[in-house]
């Protein structure tokens, strides 16, 4: 069973902070997907990372694929309010056909 | 806005009792999937139906079940529900078979079981 292990479960901090987090396996992923979703509400897909290495922005925010593609990190720079809420990650399993979810981080950005 | 509906929203109900949840993919999306998301377990997937086939079974329990229909909407039916069985519903679509592909999330419908 592939697992992804999503690091930390909780951060809590200032208005303005830089933050990292981390999603890891011990399978390699033929891609993996960020999402964000807010109390109530689904999961929005914020990106998609496909290739070993890649690095992808969106704003303030900025994903990383590893190399072997067995990880993922999500950096948030000068975090804000608006950034508060459970971050997923999900990887895309070479050889079989179900999505892999994390457990998630629950970010709270305090002003 | 994903572009995937669901329907009620809320859905409150007793012990026992039967309820379906119902999804709409976004247009084009022959691929419709449906998790549970509690508190203790966090986003468990259940089942995937692509083009009116089922594809994929995850943790369904064997009171719960769905179908896709020719028009593509889905719907998840839960019986015999138990208290354990509140937990947010998520239908999600994506436009491929694989089940791996980039999926697109309805708002829910939060399931309260009294």
């Known amino acids: 069973t592939q697992l992804l292990e999503q690091s930390p479960q909780f951060l809590s901090i200032q208005e303005g902070e830089n933050l990292t987090v981390y999603c890891n396996s011990s399978?390699?992923?033929?891609?993996l997907q960020w999402y964000r979703q807010e109390p109530g509400e689904g999961p929005v897909l914020l990106v998609t990372?496909?290739?070993?290495?890649e690095v992808k922005k969106l704003k303030r925010l900025t994903f990383q694929f590893g190399d072997a593609r067995k990880d993922s990190s999500l950096h948030i720079t000068a975090a804000q309010p608006g950034d508060t809420g459970l971050y997923l990650c999900?990887?895309?399993?070479?050889?079989?056909?179900?999505?892999?979810f994390g457990a998630g981080t629950i970010l709270r950005v305090k002003s | 806005d994903s572009g995937v509906t669901q329907t009620p929203k809320h859905l409150i109900t007793a012990t026992g009792q039967r309820v379906t949840l119902r999804c709409s993919p976004r247009?084009?999306?022959?691929?419709v999937y449906w998790y549970q998301q509690s508190l203790d377990q966090g986003l468990q997937f259940l089942i995937h139906?692509?083009?009116?086939?089922?594809?994929a079974k995850g943790n369904i329990l064997e009171r719960f079940s769905a179908q896709q229909f020719p028009d593509l909407h889905s719907e998840l039916n839960l019986s015999s529900l138990e208290l354990g069985d509140s937990a947010l519903y998520f239908c999600?679509?994506?436009?491929?078979?694989?089940?791996?592909?980039?999926?697109?999330f309805g708002p829910g419908t939060r399931l309260t079981v009294l």
């Open positions: 999600a679509s994506s436009a491929g078979l694989a089940g791996s592909n980039e999926q697109f």
């Open positions: 247009s084009g999306d022959l691929s």
């Open positions: 399978s390699v992923f033929s891609s």
């Open positions: 139906y692509y083009n009116g086939e089922e594809r």
């Open positions: 990372v496909v290739t070993g290495g």
């Open positions: 999900a990887g895309a399993p070479l050889y079989g056909n179900k999505l892999v």
